[in-house]
């Protein structure tokens, strides 16, 4: 079993900055790709960022320029610093991780979830 725990949302004004921590545990045998997802209310889940395990990023034309993903030195850690917030930023954010559990056998997995809410 592999759990993902976030932290760092919260409230800001517009124009603010949050960064927002991912941590994952667990049967880990190696992490191919971590990324953080948004979910606004009435609106489907979209990918904000990524990072490969080569360090590879990707991100939504959204945020690209505002947000920056990273890893940790333990590369089982996923970083999102978010700058320039603006009030359509606000949603739930999750973290994502594709998870190697063995040589052959990879699965998905999501945390929780955390609120970031961008006041104007």
């Known amino acids: 079993q592999v759990q993902l725990v976030e932290s760092g949302g919260g409230l800001v004004q517009a124009g603010g900055s949050l960064r927002l921590s991912c941590a994952a545990s667990?049967?880990?045998?190696?992490?191919?790709?971590m990324g953080w997802y948004r979910q606004a209310p009435g609106k489907q889940r979209d990918l904000v960022a990524a990072?490969?395990?080569?360090?590879?990023?990707n991100y939504a034309d959204s945020v690209k320029g505002r947000f920056t993903i990273s890893r940790g030195n333990a590369k089982n850690t996923v970083y999102l610093q978010m700058n320039s917030l603006k009030p359509e930023d606000t949603a739930v954010y999750y973290c994502?991780?594709?998870?190697?559990?063995?040589?052959?056998?990879?699965?998905?997995?999501w945390g929780q979830g955390t609120q970031v809410t961008v006041s104007s």
């Open positions: 994502n991780a594709d998870v190697a559990v063995s040589y052959s056998r990879s699965y998905d997995y």
């Open positions: 667990g049967s880990i045998f190696s992490i191919n790709a």
């Open positions: 990072i490969t395990s080569g360090g590879s990023t």
